[in-house]
């Protein structure tokens, strides 16, 4: 996965690949369901199920709301339709300030979510409110079990970074900036925006001494 500036490039980008690449996910499922179900009989229920799911997220986008979530959550839980609008619900919740309600929207997304990359976009936004409501000990345990991937090592190294900046631990902010902005070598807004973080923290070099006042 390549390396994007933003989450919402990120959304995008998994929306984009599971149009296409939906299908082979869906029949790489078959050798475990076969079994059970037969290939007609699964056939035939996977694409009932995927319609189904597309028709309650059509109502969804029309006017997105919690009942929408919760109807898709538990009639579709595997479904890329649920995981979408959960997300939207979550940022919804956020403007307007039900912080609960954001959070366990992610959090039902990092535990039942089977697409790797909504299931990090989750674990970002969470780790952000947290941090925004002053919850580091929180974000720190989310974060101790995290396998970095490529497309999301510049977004992890920055949240890390601004984790212990909160902490005061200036030295192992510096660390992870800087290590974002490896990263970040070819995407302009993101080098500048961990740049003035890094510049913001007071230190000298690459060596972490104090500036004097």
Not at 12 to 31: D, I, Q
Not at 73 to 87: E, H, K, R, V, W
Not at 144 to 173: I, K, N, P, R, W
Request: proline residues 2%.
């Amino acid at each position: 996965m390549d390396t994007y500036a933003s989450e919402d490039e990120q959304v995008e980008a998994l929306k984009k690949w599971w149009k296409e690449n939906g299908l082979s996910v869906a029949l790489g499922l078959v050798l475990g369901l076969v079994v059970v179900f037969g290939w007609r009989g699964w056939q035939g229920w996977q694409m009932e199920q995927n319609l189904q799911a597309s028709a309650v997220y059509a109502e969804f986008e029309k006017e997105p709301t919690e009942e929408h979530g919760n109807l898709l959550m538990t009639d579709f839980p595997a479904s890329p339709y649920t995981l979408q609008a959960l997300l939207k619900l979550a940022d919804l919740a956020v403007v307007a300030h039900n912080h609960d309600v954001a959070e366990k929207h992610w959090q039902w997304m990092i535990a039942h979510s089977e697409v790797s990359g909504f299931t990090h976009i989750a674990r970002l936004r969470l780790a952000k409110l947290w941090l925004s409501d002053n919850k580091s000990n929180q974000v720190q345990e989310l974060l101790s079990s995290v396998t970095l991937q490529d497309g999301f090592a510049l977004a992890y190294q920055e949240l890390l970074g601004d984790l212990h900046y909160q902490q005061g631990q200036l030295q192992a902010a510096a660390k992870y900036y800087r290590s974002a902005l490896g990263y970040a070598l070819a995407l302009p807004s993101a080098n500048e925006r961990i740049q003035l973080k890094l510049d913001d923290l007071g230190l000298v070099g690459d060596v972490g001494m104090e500036k004097s006042s």
